[in-house]
Nanobody, 119 residues
Framework: QVQLVESGGGLVQAGGSLRISCTAS????????MGWYRQAPGKQRELVAT???????NYADSVKGRFTISGDNSKSSVYLRMNGLKPEDTAVYYC?????????????WGQGTQVTVSS
């Protein structure tokens, strides 16, 4: 059974920083890509950042320049360093991992970790 375990969420003041982590386990194969999505109350879930096993990254425009995603393939882990946090960053952040077996892709999600930014 594939499991994604997140940690590092919490409450910070605007302008502060936070680092959240995710470790995926249970796959015979490597996860590619991995990343982070978030969902604020009353809003749709949106992509924050992704990283491929080759190190290619992709960021939402709203976080570009403030957030940095990194990964460790050997640990099947992904990290998100969030700097210059804004109240609008408040959301549940979900870890995402994709597992491809032959021509079929499986998507996995963590339970989410709450990030709250106070003004």
């Amino acid at each position: 059974q594939v499991q994604l375990v997140e940690s590092g969420g919490g409450l910070v003041q605007a302008g502060g920083s936070l680092r959240i982590s995710c470790t995926a386990s249970g796959s015979t194969f490597s996860f590619n890509p991995m990343g982070w999505y978030r969902q604020a109350p009353g809003k749709q879930r949106e992509l924050v950042a992704t990283i491929s096993s080759g190190g290619s990254t992709n960021y939402a425009d709203s976080v570009k320049g403030r957030f940095t995603i990194s990964g460790d393939n050997s640990k099947s882990s992904v990290y998100l360093r969030m700097n210059g946090l804004k109240p609008e960053d408040t959301a549940v952040y979900y870890c995402y991992a994709a597992e491809q077996i032959w021509n079929t892709k499986f998507d996995y999600w963590g339970q989410g970790t709450q990030v709250t930014v106070s003004s």
